[in-house]
């Protein structure tokens, strides 16, 4: 493929992951937590060779929705999160169920741990003593099984219908290749 054709491509996918991202924020604005990001985040570190488009997708769709829907002081714990959660998907193996479920769960718990800790660390909220962390965190926990929910179920269709598509094309290789 030409370098021109291969970068629109890209661009294009940049550009449609950027928007989707962005815009699963207001279909899933009434329940809170479900969101496809955390997966997207996770997906991108697994799948792209440029690490600099793992970090920018996840990053970039919360950037885009936030300043549609408003930023707020811990926006940049969000950030921060989905860009460490990025970083974590570079160690998923893509095509075991076993290893995206595994990631999957590992980054809700991140997005958790980091999110938390952050509000608590920045004092607006809970008591700066272990009894005020601990609050922090138990407050949260509702929220988790939604967070968790959604990334094992995102992950799951991202992931899947990557391992389906490469799997068709290279057995559709595999066949034309054989004709011949």
């Not at 629109?8 to 479900?34: C, E, H, K, Q, T």
């Not at 998907?89 to 980091?114: E, H, I, P, Q």
């Not at 601990?134 to 967070?147: K, M, S």
């Amino acid at each position: 493929m030409k370098n021109s054709k291969k970068i629109f491509i890209y661009g294009l996918l940049l550009v449609g992951a950027l928007v989707l991202g962005s815009f699963s924020r207001y279909i899933f604005s009434d329940i809170p937590n479900v969101t496809p990001i955390l997966a997207m985040a996770l997906f991108a570190g697994a799948m792209f060779r440029n690490k600099f488009m793992a970090y920018l997708i996840p990053v970039g769709a919360m950037v885009i929705s936030d300043y549609f829907i408003g930023f707020h002081s811990t926006s940049w714990l969000v950030y921060l999160s989905f860009a460490m959660i990025a970083f974590l998907g570079t160690r998923a193996k893509k095509d075991s169920l076993s290893s995206v479920a595994l990631y999957s769960v590992l980054a809700s718990v991140l997005f958790f741990a980091v999110t938390n800790f952050g509000i608590w660390a920045l004092g607006m909220w809970y008591p700066m003593s272990i009894e005020g962390l601990i609050e922090c965190y138990a407050l949260a926990v509702p929220f988790f099984r939604n967070t968790l929910l959604s990334t094992l179920g995102f992950s799951g269709v991202l992931f899947g219908v990557n391992y389906l598509m490469v799997n068709r094309v290279n057995s559709e290789l595999v066949l034309s290749k054989n004709m011949k």
